[in-house]
């Protein structure tokens, strides 16, 4: 079982920066990769950003150039600096590791509880 924990979430105005952090309870070495989903009232979940286990990383069209996506293997932790922020990147934003268990066939997500993202105008 993998434990994730978001933090970073708040209200900030338009054109505005946060920076989420999702912490996991094993070292992320051993998750194939990590990364960002966010949903909004009344829209299906869409995929922000993630990074996989060599480094490389991959972006939501409607967040390049204005988020980033990291990871501090030392503390087990994962970010996405969130720069420039519009009010349509409202949301609660999940935390999602994808990992294959031992014996397993195919990966398996895991999923923080989520922290809200509030962008004012």
């Known amino acids: 079982q993998v434990q994730l924990v978001e933090s970073g979430g708040g209200l900030v105005q338009a054109g505005g920066s946060l920076r989420l952090s999702c912490a996991a309870s094993?070292?992320?070495?051993?998750?194939?990769?990590m990364g960002w989903y966010r949903q909004a009232p009344g829209k299906q979940r869409e995929l922000v950003a993630f990074i996989d286990k060599g480094g490389s990383t991959n972006y939501a069209d409607s967040v390049k150039g204005r988020f980033t996506i990291s990871r501090d293997n030392a503390k087990n932790t994962v970010y996405l600096q969130m720069n420039s922020l519009k009010p349509e990147d409202t949301a609660v934003y999940r935390c999602?590791?994808?990992?294959?268990?031992?014996?397993?066939?195919?990966?398996?997500?895991?999923w923080g509880q989520g922290t809200q993202v509030t962008v004012s105008s």
């Open positions: 999602d590791a994808q990992k294959t268990p031992v014996g397993a066939y195919v990966p398996y997500d895991y």
């Open positions: 094993i070292t992320i070495f051993s998750i194939n990769r």
